[in-house]
């Protein structure tokens, strides 16, 4: 086996190994996904002057939810 193989199967080997790797998970996954809890008259308002901002909080409380944070 010449010292080129000998690299190539090294190099091979060791592409594996790191994609083997996991990252590290974060110590809490749902660090900042508290639920936004709005009121009739809240929700309302935005609805009217705010339309993306309700979706953007209605998001926030969705991915909150399907992570599993409560």
Do not use: F
């Not at 809240?42 to 992570?67: C, F, M, W």
């Amino acid at each position: 086996m010449t010292k080129s193989s000998r690299i190539l199967i090294l190099s091979l080997g060791l592409c594996a190994l790191a994609s083997c790797v996991m990252p590290k998970a974060a110590p809490n996954d749902c660090a900042g996904w508290r639920k936004i809890t709005l009121s009739a008259e809240a929700v309302d308002y935005l609805a009217s002057n705010d339309p993306d901002g309700l979706r953007k909080i209605i998001a926030h409380n969705e991915t909150g939810q399907a992570r599993g944070c409560w």
